[in-house]
């Protein structure tokens, strides 16, 4: 809590600006405390609540109490050091010595705060929050906020009481930054800062918007962090990435909340170096070659997931510091697998500690409700408008792109930001200057996003969660795109888990909502997700979306992670899902681990662990997931049997799929492939190692010189109940 002793009763009248520091409403204590020209020549003047005497150690001279107050002051020669300590004694007797920071020139350059107040300064998390420097030869703390609508702001924490008379910062210009070195200073010590609002008066205390770390939840203190750099040891993945072609690279993301992916005995967080151990083990083995976070960005609430972040520059401590994360990040990339985060620049909370009203006015978010804020979710929505704001986000996204080595962002609900009307009444928003729905500052922000942070750190992706048809989500800016790299699919989701919830008696009459998506299929980059969005708040885990008994329901689930893995389009997986978890994803406990012990389970965990080794080994499954030229439907339009079957295809590596979608087995099943040569089964989803019913079905098939399908030759094959199987041709054949 904020220091509150009484202010001594002042024998006469002070001067304005003094007395604007004992009220702590002083916009520039510069031009108070520290070094001041007067009328018989320079004094040092301090103001230090608490203290019974002050002295400056390089000379030993003594400062005199300004009668009633806590302002110490003394004239001093004209060759007296520019940098000088201070020492006090305090109510306790406790003896304090330190360098006064009103001693010290601004920190910020002007060039740093021209490019932040344009929005192109795509670094500001450099020289804005708290960044430990030496400042000749003196060390301490350099603090920076914008908060352009205060009267003044301080630095305030357990070193001076939570006092904002102690710390006052200084303003620079009209910039809106205020800074503040603070000598002695060292890393992990809790601070805030606390602000008056110019024009109601109003005192608010804020946590930093650009704070590297912050305390503990419940508690909402950002924390200093040590300025030594993380020894990375990831240099090969790194270099590799600058120059892979992701396009066409397998690309197989497992989906995880690192608060219940597994917790330990008693029930508590891992730390990120325990999970970065436990996950890679996991994910290479089962062989994804992706992590995707849900969002680890600081967060007050458990139940939010995450998702409704305080801190955009700081991993959260539940699981450990920075540096913990940074491990978390490397171990990953020594062992080949890449780290994706969800990153939410479409909202953020009400919390009062955060940035919400954060100099007293709407900063961060618009003033009018009707821009600024959701009102399903209960949270504001940034200003994108604000070039200040752009910049804010602009340079989270480098923060975890650059300092922190993540691979890529999926960026939260763009189809709020992109929409002014997005779940809104009709009289419940504003229309822009065109008289549209488009929200203009929010395409800008998407497009400046995109384009710098493919240019700072190519190789990594955005994706975006977007889920409507908002055109060229994922094509360039200069050719009228959004500038994604990849797009969420979901109308391809809707569709196929909507068919896959019939009964099969019934799917010969939805074959289309299994056929349609190939209609668009490569108007964008689509990644095909199965996301924790489809497990949680009463839609079921995957297991129990599918219909009849429970064989039936685990050969129906089989039957569709063929259908994924063998469909063009990058894959997404959450967690709990690879093994048929029959509950709903809970955040607050552990994954059901023990369901491994049951066959069923197993065998969906096998499948998922042959499909990933098998995508990754076969370029047909992922070179052209993102061009016509690697896809052919072979038989689309037998409904009356749910059948389907398509070709794969890298340059001449031919995969053959055919999905039957009924209990029963197909014999004798003539498949239509192009020009001769034998075919070999590569993956039979029936089989006993997953727990199928494991019907005898022969391992090469040999052509026939019979067109079928529009094809010139054929094959037959016999397909088992619910099963998908994958035929390779063989090579030189």
């Known amino acids: 809590m904020p220091y509150t002793k009484q202010i001594p009763s002042q024998p006469h009248r002070l001067p304005d600006s003094l007395s604007k520091i004992l009220e702590a409403r002083h916009h520039d204590p510069f031009e108070v405390l520290g070094r001041q020209r007067s009328s018989t020549g320079d004094i040092i003047r301090v103001f230090i ?158 946590t930093d918007p650009y704070a590297r770390r912050y305390e503990l939840r419940p508690g909402t203190a950002a924390m200093t962090t040590q300025a030594t750099e993380y020894a990375w040891e990831d240099n090969n993945w790194m270099n590799d990435r600058r120059e892979r072609d992701w396009l066409q690279a397998p690309l197989s993301i497992y989906e995880v909340h690192l608060g219940s992916w597994r917790r330990d005995d008693s029930g508590q967080f891992l730390n990120y170096r325990i999970l970065a151990h436990e996950l890679v083990d996991y994910v290479t083995t089962n062989g994804f070659t992706h992590i995707e976070l849900l969002p680890v960005t600081e967060h007050p609430l458990d139940a939010s997931w995450g998702y409704q972040t305080t801190g955009y520059f700081a991993p959260t401590s539940r699981f450990g510091t920075p540096n913990d994360f940074r491990y978390f990040v490397d171990y990953c990339h020594q062992h080949n697998i890449g780290v994706l985060l969800d990153w939410a620049p479409g909202h953020f909370p009400k919390d009062a500690f955060a940035i919400a009203r954060f100099d007293g006015t709407p900063l961060y978010e618009h003033a009018d409700p009707r821009l600024g804020e959701h009102r399903d979710w209960g949270t504001y929505i940034f200003n994108y408008g604000r070039n200040e704001v752009r910049n804010f986000l602009i340079a989270s996204a480098m923060f975890w792109l650059e300092d922190m080595h993540l691979d890529g962002l999926r960026v939260d609900a763009v189809a709020s930001m992109l929409y002014l009307d997005y779940s809104r009444e009709e009289n419940d928003w504003v229309p822009n200057k065109y008289g549209g729905r488009e929200n203009l500052d929010a395409i800008q922000f998407v497009e400046q996003l995109n384009e710098v942070t493919h240019k700072e750190q190519p190789g990594t992706f955005i994706i975006a969660e977007e889920s409507t048809s908002w055109p060229q989500v994922t094509r360039p800016v200069d050719g009228g795109g959004l500038g994604f790299s990849m797009k969420w699919n979901m109308g391809w989701m809707h569709d196929t888990l909507q068919y896959m919830s019939k009964e099969p008696i019934h799917r010969k009459h939805h074959q289309r909502e299994l056929t349609f998506g190939m209609l668009y299929a490569f108007s964008e980059n689509f990644v095909l997700p199965f996301s924790h969005d489809e497990v949680v708040h009463g839609k079921g885990a995957m297991i129990n979306k599918m219909p009849g008994d429970t064989w039936q329901r685990f050969a129906n689930l089989r039957l569709l992670y063929v259908y994924q893995f063998t469909y063009p389009g990058k894959k997404l997986m959450f967690m709990g899902s690879e093994f048929a978890q029959y509950a709903e994803w809970n955040f607050d406990q552990s994954l059901d681990w023990h369901l491994l012990e049951h066959s069923p389970h197993q065998g969906v965990q096998h499948l998922v662990r042959d499909l990933n080794h098998l995508h990754q080994s076969q370029p047909a499954l992922y070179k052209y997931d993102f061009n016509d030229h690697g896809f052919q439907w072979i038989d689309c339009d037998n409904a009356d049997d749910s059948l389907l079957s398509y070709m794969r295809r890298a340059d001449d590596d031919i995969i053959i799929v055919q999905l039957n979608f009924t209990p029963v087995p197909r014999i004798g099943l003539r498949i239509g492939v192009p020009g001769k040569g034998k075919y070999q089964l590569i993956l039979n989803s029936d089989v006993d190692h997953y727990a199928g019913s494991d019907m005898m079905v022969s391992q090469y098939f040999d052509t026939e010189d019979i067109p079928w399908n529009g094809q010139s030759a054929s094959i037959l094959v016999d397909v088992p109940p619910l099963a998908g199987i994958i035929l390779r041709k063989e090579s030189g054949l």
């Open 49 to 206: 609540p608490r203290a019974s005497t002050v002295s400056i150690v390089e000379t030993g001279q003594f400062l005199s109490r300004i009668e009633g107050t806590d302002f110490f002051e003394a004239e001093i020669p004209n060759n007296h050091p520019a940098r000088y300590q201070l020492k006090w004694i305090d109510d306790d007797g406790i003896e304090w010595i330190d360098f006064d920071p009103y001693c010290f020139e601004p920190v910020v350059g002007d060039l740093d705060m021209h490019w932040f107040g344009e929005g192109r300064h795509i670094h500001a998390h450099h020289f804005l929050g708290a960044h430990e420097r030496i400042i000749e030869t003196v060390h301490g703390v350099s603090f920076a906020v914008w908060a352009p609508n205060a009267e003044r702001v301080s630095v305030v924490g357990d070193w001076n009481h939570w006092d904002g008379r102690r710390h006052p910062m200084r303003v620079r210009g009209g910039s809106g930054i205020w800074e503040l070195f603070i000598p002695g200073i060292g890393h992990e010590v809790h601070y805030k800062y606390e602000l008056r609002n110019r024009a109601q008066g109003q005192v608010v205390l804020k």
